[in-house]
T-cell receptor
Framework: QKEVEQDPGPLSVPEGAIVSLNCTYS??????FMWYRQYSRKGPELLMY????GNKEDGRFTAQVDKSSKYISLFIRDSQPSDSATYLC???????????FGTGTRLKVLA | DGGITQSPKYLFRKEGQNVTLSCEQN?????MYWYRQDPGQGLRLIYY???????QKGDIAEGYSVSREKKESFPLTVTSAQKNPTAFYLC??????????FGPGTRLTVL
């Protein structure tokens, strides 16, 4: 079993929809959680960063962490065709600089 | 402009050759990383370095080597011992655990 599981998709939604992207993990030591967006043939771009449990909002993006369920989510409101990309979750425990990545979910927002 | 640069963008290697991928950052970050990305497999950690003159193996270090002589630079050499080097290589840097910043990547192809 991988430490971080992420549905590879593709996930297709109409423009304007609310998108929910999720990751589950097995290591209870993870404390720092991140979401990245990666366009085709480009490097990943850091979207959201959260520490421990709770919610964080930035514009159309909301990140949620539920440590009791070992489950993190990224919500995208009013999705746009420009949001079409692969979304990667990542996490790391305290005491290390080693990040563990999910395999990524491909999202397609249809105009 | 602060950021991470990788060169070259595309690299072709013949069988038996060693090649070196460049990674430079001007973000004053202490930690630097090299990842390999293959389709459907997410990011796999090759090497990482938390400080100058020190680095650690990641999950797939065999056939690769690195050096960290300067804070700004973390070159990766793909040796002839790496039997399947065709992939997209990503360099990243970070400060603390607030997430990593990635370069644009180098696409390596074996001829």
């Amino acid at each position: 079993q991988k430490e971080v599981e992420q549905d590879p998709g593709p996930l297709s939604v109409p423009e304007g929809a609310i998108v929910s992207l999720n990751c589950t993990y097995s290591n209870s030591a993870f404390q720092y959680f991140m979401w990245y967006r990666q366009y085709s043939r480009k490097g990943p771009e850091l979207l959201m960063y959260t520490y421990s449990s709770g919610n964080k909002e930035d514009g159309r993006f909301t990140a949620q962490v539920d440590k009791s369920s070992k489950y993190i989510s990224l919500f995208i409101r009013d999705s746009q065709p420009s949001d079409s990309a692969t979304y990667l979750c990542a996490m790391t425990p305290s005491g290390t600089y080693k990040y563990i990545f999910g395999t990524g979910t491909r999202l397609k927002v249809l105009a | 402009d602060g950021g991470i640069t990788q060169s070259p963008k595309y690299l072709f290697r013949k069988e038996g050759q060693n090649v070196t991928l460049s990674c430079e950052q001007n973000l004053n970050h202490d930690a630097m990383y090299w990842y390999r990305q293959d389709p459907g497999q997410g990011l796999r950690l090759i090497y990482y370095s938390q400080i100058v003159n020190d680095f650690q193996k990641g999950d797939i270090a065999e056939g690769y080597s690195v050096s960290r002589e300067k804070k700004e630079s973390f070159p990766l050499t793909v040796t002839s011992a790496q039997k399947n080097p065709t992939a997209f290589y990503l360099c990243a840097s970070s400060v603390g655990r607030d997430g990593q910043f990635f370069g644009p990547g180098t696409r390596l192809t074996v001829l």
